[in-house]
Structures are given as structure tokens and as C-alpha cells.
């Protein structure tokens, strides 16, 4: 019988990594505040005819519901996994551009040290996983 050969490319199927994280009452307003924007990208994109917008919209709803469970028990950690740490970034990225071009609000030199603070939170070397 021959040996069996093993082939040294990669099965193609990337293991989720999930990350643990709990966030303060402040952050996770500051979080569902930087959801709006891109809620509004999402409605103007809806009829766009991009194959990834499905898998980024439905990553994006299950982060929004995370993030309305964990107001409802604040400081309790919560999984996220590499697209939802993806998603999480870019929302805070955008709002604080949107804060820093836009918003003439008192409180937006606080706001915008939330989001970075909250960023230095998140996990950097995270690369998403199309499933």
C-alpha cells in the first residue's frame, strides 16, 4: 500500500477567533451612537449589487443586538468575533470623523476620546473571515 500523501495547502476553511469584551455604560452609548452613520450607509446601499453586502449588513445587525443586550447588563463580557470586531472599528472610525467634521455638540472632545479609547480596546491585528 501506498503511503498516504497530505497536502501542505490550507483546508480553505479559517477558524473563527472570538474575543471577549466588556464595555462601561459610556462606551456602549458612545458604541450605538456610532451605529447611525452607518445604518444610513447600509439604507442607501441596499440595492447595491455587491455579493458582500448581505454578509456585512447581517454582521452589523448581530453587533447592534449585542450591543443592546450588554446596555441591558452593562460590564458583562460578551463575545465578538473577527468580522464584529471589523464592524465595531469602522463605526467608531467613522463617527469620529463624523464628530470631528460635523458636530459643534459641548461634549465633542469628550465623545471623541471615547471612541479612542474604546478602539485601543478593540483587537488590531484582527482579520475578517468570510464565511
Given at each position: 500500500m501506498k503511503p498516504r500523501?497530505?497536502?501542505s495547502k490550507p483546508s480553505g476553511k479559517q477558524h473563527t477567533v472570538l474575543h471577549s469584551i466588556a464595555f462601561t455604560v459610556e462606551a456602549l452609548t458612545i458604541l450605538q451612537a456610532s451605529f447611525v452613520t452607518l445604518d444610513v450607509m447600509f439604507s442607501v446601499n441596499a440595492n447595491s449589487s455587491n455579493p458582500q453586502l448581505p454578509f456585512a449588513l447581517d454582521t452589523f445587525m448581530r453587533v447592534r443586538q449585542k450591543i443592546a443586550d450588554?446596555?441591558?447588563?452593562p460590564g458583562v463580557a460578551i463575545s465578538f468575533d473577527s468580522n464584529e470586531v471589523v464592524i465595531l472599528r469602522v463605526s467608531l472610525q467613522i463617527y469620529g470623523i463624523e464628530l470631528t467634521c460635523t458636530n459643534t455638540a459641548s461634549d465633542r472632545v469628550y465623545r471623541l476620546k471615547l471612541c479612542e479609547q474604546i478602539l485601543c480596546l478593540l483587537p488590531l491585528d484582527v482579520p475578517p473571515i468570510n464565511d
Amino acid at each position: 500500500m501506498k503511503p498516504r500523501r497530505t497536502s501542505s495547502k490550507p483546508s480553505g476553511k479559517q477558524h473563527t477567533v472570538l474575543h471577549s469584551i466588556a464595555f462601561t455604560v459610556e462606551a456602549l452609548t458612545i458604541l450605538q451612537a456610532s451605529f447611525v452613520t452607518l445604518d444610513v450607509m447600509f439604507s442607501v446601499n441596499a440595492n447595491s449589487s455587491n455579493p458582500q453586502l448581505p454578509f456585512a449588513l447581517d454582521t452589523f445587525m448581530r453587533v447592534r443586538q449585542k450591543i443592546a443586550d450588554m446596555l441591558l447588563a452593562p460590564g458583562v463580557a460578551i463575545s465578538f468575533d473577527s468580522n464584529e470586531v471589523v464592524i465595531l472599528r469602522v463605526s467608531l472610525q467613522i463617527y469620529g470623523i463624523e464628530l470631528t467634521c460635523t458636530n459643534t455638540a459641548s461634549d465633542r472632545v469628550y465623545r471623541l476620546k471615547l471612541c479612542e479609547q474604546i478602539l485601543c480596546l478593540l483587537p488590531l491585528d484582527v482579520p475578517p473571515i468570510n464565511d
